[in-house]
C-alpha cells in the first residue's frame, strides 16, 4: 500500500543516510519524481532527490527508496542511469584487452603489417552497443568490429575511408579521406570528420563492405571539392562528433566552435542551425585570436558529447570541459559551468595550480558520460579522468583515475596495461570501457565496476 505523503514532511539528508546515497540529481528547473523531494541544502545548483517520511521512512514502491537491501534505486525523472555510490574504476587499473597490438607492451604502428589486426593513431571511437568503431588518423580508416572483441588483436570486420584493408591512401573522394578522425553513430547512420579534407562524411546506414561510398557530406558541395570556410555550411579541421540519428554536434576545430544541426542532415553542405563559441556564423579561424576566455567562447575544441541533460565541449586550447544544461538553442550561449578551471576566466593548464590535480585538465580531448560517471581523456597528462557523480557545478574534482596511479601524477611513462602513451577518446559497451591510446597505436579495454 502507498504510503501517503502528509503537510508536514521530513526530508531525510544524506547525512542521516550515510551508507548509500538515494539516487537522482534535481534543481528549481528539474523537479524529482512522485514521492521525492529536491534537497538543495548542500548549496550550489543543484540537489539530490530524497525520500519523504510522516512519522517514518515512506519504503512504498514509488517512495524512491529501495529498503529491501538499503540500496538506492533510480530516479525516474533523471536520465541518467543512476548516480553512483563510488567510481567504476580504481586508480591506476589494468587493462583486460588491448586491439591493434599484440600485447601491453607492443607500441610500434601496423605491427605485423597493415591489415584489419594493425593500428595506427587511432584516435575516435564509437558503439552502438554492439559494435564498435574506430577510427584511425594515420591509417585514414574507420575500423568496424561487428560484436565486442574477446582477445587481444583481434581483427575488425571491414574499415570505411579505404578500399581495401591493407591500404591508407588518402584521397578526396566519395570513399577515400584525407585523415579519419572521430566517428559518431545514431539512428543506424554513421559520421565520420575528415579533418584535413574539412568535412564530415555521412553513411546512411550501417555499412556491410569495407570501401562502401558515403551518401552525404557536409561542409561541402560535392566529394571532391577542397578548401575551407566558417559559414554555416563550411568547416575547418572538425574533429568531434556526436549524434543520436535526430541531432547532430560537430567540433569545428580550427574554427574554435561547435555547430549543431537540430535535425541531422540528409543533403550536402546543409548549413547548421546553431553555433557556439562565437556570436554568429561567419567568425572563426583568425578572428578574437588570443583573447581571454569566457564562458562563450572555445579555443579548438576536439571533443563533444551529450547524455540527454547535458552538452559537454571538450574546450582543449583552454585546458576545460564546458558544460551546457540542456542542448543549446542560440548562437553564442555561454556554458553554465566548467570543469578543469576554477573559474570561465582561466586557460592554464592543471588550474593553474603549478602541478598535477583532481580539479585541472591538460590538454582534455575526449568526453563521455555512461554508468553515471563523467569520463574525460586528460591527454597531455596521459589519465582518463573520471567523475562519479556526473559534476554539476564548476571545478568539481574528480573521483578517480584510469593510466595514472593516482589523481596528482602526470608524468609520462612506458605505456603498459596501466599507463597510456596519449588517451584521446573513450566509449562503452556494457560494463566494459574502451580507451583509445593514439600514440600506443591501440585501444585499451577495462573492466567496470557497479
Not at 554555416?232 to 560537430?250: E, I, K, S
Amino acid at each position: 500500500m502507498t504510503t501517503r505523503v502528509s503537510m508536514f514532511v521530513l526530508v531525510i539528508s544524506l547525512a542521516g543516510c550515510p551508507e548509500r546515497p538515494i539516487r537522482g540529481r534535481c534543481s528549481t528547473d528539474r523537479p524529482c519524481a512522485d514521492g521525492l523531494v529536491c534537497d538543495m541544502s548542500a548549496g550550489g545548483q543543484a540537489g539530490i532527490c530524497v525520500a519523504v517520511v510522516d512519522g517514518g521512512l515512506d519504503g512504498s514502491a514509488d517512495s524512491g527508496l529501495d529498503v529491501s537491501d538499503g540500496g538506492p534505486v533510480t530516479d525516474a525523472s533523471s536520465t541518467d542511469a543512476f548516480i553512483p555510490e563510488h567510481p567504476p574504476i580504481t586508480n591506476g587499473q589494468s587493462a583486460d584487452l588491448v586491439l591493434g597490438q599484440i600485447d601491453f607492451t607492443t607500441t610500434g604502428a601496423n605491427t605485423g603489417g597493415e591489415g584489419p589486426n594493425s593500428m595506427w593513431q587511432p584516435e575516435g571511437l564509437e558503439s552502438d552497443g554492439i559494435r564498435l568503431w574506430v577510427s584511425e588518423f594515420g591509417n585514414r580508416r574507420v575500423l568496424q568490429f561487428n560484436g565486442q572483441p574477446t582477445a587481444n588483436g583481434a581483427p575488425a570486420d571491414l574499415a570505411l575511408g579505404q578500399a581495401s584493408m591493407t591500404s591508407h591512401s588518402p584521397g578526396t573522394s566519395q570513399v577515400l579521406v584525407m585523415g579519419s578522425t572521430r566517428i559518431a553513430e545514431g539512428g543506424g547512420r554513421i559520421f565520420v570528420s575528415d579533418r584535413d579534407n574539412n568535412r564530415v562524411l555521412v553513411w546512411n546506414a550501417r555499412p556491410t563492405d569495407t570501401g562502401l561510398a558515403a551518401d552525404v557530406v557536409l561542409g561541402k558541395t560535392n566529394f571532391t571539392s577542397t578548401g575551407f570556410g566558417k559559414n554555416a555550411d563550411q568547416l575547418m579541421a572538425p574533429l568531434g562528433l556526436w549524434t543520436d540519428g535526430n541531432r547532430l554536434v560537430v567540433a569545428d576545430t580550427f574554427n574554435n566552435r561547435v555547430l549543431i544541426w537540430n535535425s541531422a542532415p540528409t543533403s550536402n553542405a546543409t548549413p547548421a542551425d546553431v553555433v557556439l563559441g562565437h556570436s554568429a556564423f561567419g567568425i572563426g579561424y583568425g578572428d578574437a585570436t588570443g583573447a581571454a576566455p569566457t564562458a562563450s567562447s572555445l579555443a579548438g575544441p576536439e571533443a563533444v558529447h551529450f547524455d540527454g541533460e547535458r552538452l559537454y565541449v571538450a574546450d582543449t586550447g583552454n585546458n576545460r570541459v564546458l558544460v551546457w544544461r540542456g542542448m543549446p538553442t542560440s548562437n553564442g550561449k555561454p556554458a553554465d559551468y566548467v570543469l578543469g578551471q576554477s573559474t570561465f576566466a582561466n586557460r592554464t593548464e592543471d588550474a593553474a595550480q603549478g602541478s598535477t590535480n583532481a580539479v585541472g585538465f591538460h590538454s582534455p580531448r575526449g568526453v563521455h558520460v555512461a554508468h553515471g560517471s563523467l569520463f574525460v581523456c586528460d591527454s597531455d597528462n596521459r589519465r582518463v579522468s573520471v567523475f562519479s557523480p556526473v559534476p554539476e557545478v564548476s571545478a568539481t574534482p574528480a573521483s578517480a583515475v584510469l593510466g595514472q596511479p593516482d589523481l596528482v601524477t602526470g608524468s609520462p611513462s612506458a605505456p603498459s596495461d596501466r599507463r597510456f602513451g596519449i588517451p584521446i577518446s573513450v566509449t562503452t559497451i556494457g560494463t566494459k570501457l574502451f580507451v583509445a591510446d593514439s600514440t600506443a597505436n591501440r585501444v585499451l579495454r577495462f573492466q567496470l565496476s557497479p
